[in-house]
Structure formats: structure tokens, C-alpha cells
């Protein structure tokens, strides 16, 4: 198994950045893949981007292209998502998962973090 720990969450204003930080621990020696996710209030899990084991293939949710940056660090078994120009939409909950597969994944995913809040102000 996977454990998932986020950080990074907080408050930031319109048109600011944060990083997210996704620290994995457990068996970590197979190859797996993550992805973050995010929830708003009142609405359902979407995926905002997914990066394959090696870290040389990534998707994003159309909303975020541009603006936010997924990648990874396998020798610290940690993820990381870098969103930028921040907007009040971006406000949710921001998991992160883990499945195994070499691949990227929008689907799937195994084992989930407990969450950070985004909260994005005007």
C-alpha cells in the first residue's frame, strides 16, 4: 500500500500562486502513478491533472492548462502541483492519489490523501 500525505493548502488572493506538495510513504518501490484532484463545495471530484511514473508525461484538466504545473520527485516520493494565476474557481478541496502503472491515469486511482483546502479570494 500507498500512504498520501498533502501540503501547501491555504488562502491566497486572485491571480496568486501556491504549491502543493503530495508526500508518499509505504511501498513506494513499485512503479505508480498520481494524480491530483479537487473538490468544491456542492460539486463532484474532478481530476486536475495526472503525471505517469517517470515523470515525463502529464495531463491536465482543460481549465488548468497553462496555469498549474504537475510533476514529481521519485528519489523523495513526493508530488507536486505548482498553480499559478490563481481565480476563486480554483477553490476546493486538493487531493492527491495513487495508483500503479506506468502510465498516466485519470481513473482508477487506488489510494487517496486526506486533502488541503484551496481557498482562492477576491
Known amino acids: 500500500q500507498v500512504q498520501l500525505v498533502e501540503s501547501g493548502g491555504g488562502l491566497v488572493q486572485a491571480g496568486g500562486s501556491l504549491r502543493l506538495s503530495c508526500a508518499a510513504s509505504?511501498?513506494?518501490?513499485?512503479?505508480?502513478?498520481m494524480g491530483w484532484f479537487r473538490q468544491a463545495p456542492g460539486k463532484e471530484r474532478e481530476i486536475v491533472a495526472a503525471?505517469?511514473?517517470?515523470?515525463?508525461?502529464?495531463y491536465y484538466q482543460n481549465s488548468v492548462k497553462g496555469r498549474f504545473t504537475i510533476s514529481r520527485d521519485n528519489a523523495k516520493n513526493t508530488m507536486y502541483l505548482q498553480a499559478n494565476s490563481l481565480n476563486p474557481e480554483d477553490t476546493a478541496v486538493y487531493s492527491c492519489a495513487a495508483r500503479y502503472g506506468i502510465s498516466w491515469y485519470t481513473n482508477g486511482y487506488d489510494y487517496w490523501g486526506q486533502g488541503t483546502q484551496v481557498t482562492v479570494s477576491l
Open positions: 509505504g511501498r513506494t518501490s513499485s512503479r505508480y502513478a
Open positions: 503525471i505517469n511514473w517517470s515523470g515525463t508525461s502529464t
